[in-house]
């Protein structure tokens, strides 16, 4: 499950460079969600602990769901999370006009 979630997040990644042409938006992304896990909410980030000594939220359940010991990370969780993430890309895309061609018209 980590590796098909690190797959997912490189695709993330690259739509939201792709989307915008532009590392500002990827590097946000990235930033906030292990800021978001980490220190915010208390959760371990790729397996280490950023928590502070602190935790918000203590996910409990299978492992396919939480990701265990890995954190979030590891976990179906992280998997519905960066799909939702592409969803709503693509949606700010095709309304913005910016999807299906990955360089805008006239920009050349």
Sequence with gaps: MPAVNLFAAGVLLGLAY???????????????WDFLQGPVLGIAVSGQALDGGWR???????????????????????????????????AAGRRLGRCG???????R
């Design 18 to 32: 792709t989307m915008t042409r532009n590392l500002w938006l990827p590097i946000a992304l990235r930033f906030s």
């Design 56 to 90: 918000v939220l203590d996910p409990k359940g299978p492992t396919i769901l939480t990701g265990g010991s890995l954190g979030l990370e590891g976990g179906l969780a992280a998997t519905l999370a960066t799909i939702s993430g592409m969803a709503a890309l693509i």
């Design 101 to 107: 061609s990955p360089i805008a018209p006239g920009s």
